[in-house]
């Protein structure tokens, strides 16, 4: 069944909400929707509260180690941790006290998908402990992974192809919708039911969401196949179209 799943977006060493399409390597600054006055831990103590289990901790670009540990040590074992994760590193975030480890631009070389490294890490570490992040942006004919702050975006596409590939070497998906991220316009509805269709292991999609409405509507869309995060939206994080303690009722309502 559909679940929330919480998240930590961590920018320069803040927790942050941000337009996903403004995330550039040209040294300008995101536009932000949101920053934080409490520090990472905060929130990882917040979801530990109330048993928000699958959250992740995202480290958008450099300057944000610290800021993960504390998040990750507030709640040991039970947060996922993405961003710059590689096969140099991965053991050191598991001792930090990651309970996975999130996956994205390190699995590809340029614009093509390296499946000799996903096969690599996956015999480190385990599939067990591995998210694969394929966020992805729009294209003429569906959408392709999108790496390096989703400013690049790769030959690799959103298919089921694509995830019967994958899912060999690890235990879920997370899919950023890069086009919708922090822009509170509505959830990519197309992307959402290829979703449902496509994984074969569970998979969490974020992106636009901005009424507690749309949690039933991903339900619908994947038939409870695909989890939800919140972001820009949810009152947590300064928004107006979704509050937490919803989110925190839908889950117990609804984890079974």
Request: glycine share 12%; with cysteine.
């Amino acid at each position: 069944m559909t679940l929330f799943r919480p998240c930590i977006d961590l920018h320069d060493g803040r927790v942050k909400q941000i337009v996903g399409s403004s995330l550039r390597g040209d040294g300008s600054g995101p536009d932000e929707n949101f920053v934080a006055d409490e520090d990472a831990a905060y929130y990882a103590r917040r979801y530990r509260d109330d048993n928000l289990r699958g959250g992740h901790v995202i480290r958008l670009g450099p300057g944000n180690d610290d800021a993960a540990r504390r998040a990750l040590g507030a709640w040991p074992g039970r947060m996922q941790l993405g961003g710059g994760i590689r096969d140099d590193n991965a053991d050191e975030w598991f001792e930090a006290g990651a309970s996975k480890l999130i996956v994205t631009s390190w699995l590809f070389e340029g614009d093509t998908l390296r499946i000799d490294r996903a096969r690599v890490l996956a015999g480190q570490i385990g599939r067990e402990r591995l998210v694969f992040d394929l966020s992805c942006r729009r294209v003429d004919d569906g959408w392709r992974v999108a790496t390096e702050k989703w400013q690049r975006i790769t030959n690799t596409p959103i298919e089921i192809r694509t995830f019967e590939r994958l899912a060999e070497f690890c235990s879920e998906f997370l899919v950023h919708a890069a086009d919708a991220e922090g822009r509170c316009e509505g959830i990519d509805e197309d992307l959402v039911r290829m979703l449902g269709e496509g994984c074969p292991i569970p998979c969490t999609y974020a992106g636009g969401g901005r009424d507690i409405a749309d949690l039933d509507l991903v339900a619908e869309l994947s038939e409870g196949r695909v989890d939800l995060t919140f972001g820009s939206a949810l009152d947590l994080f300064g928004g107006s179209g979704v509050r937490y303690a919803d989110c925190v009722a839908w889950n117990r309502e609804h984890r079974g």
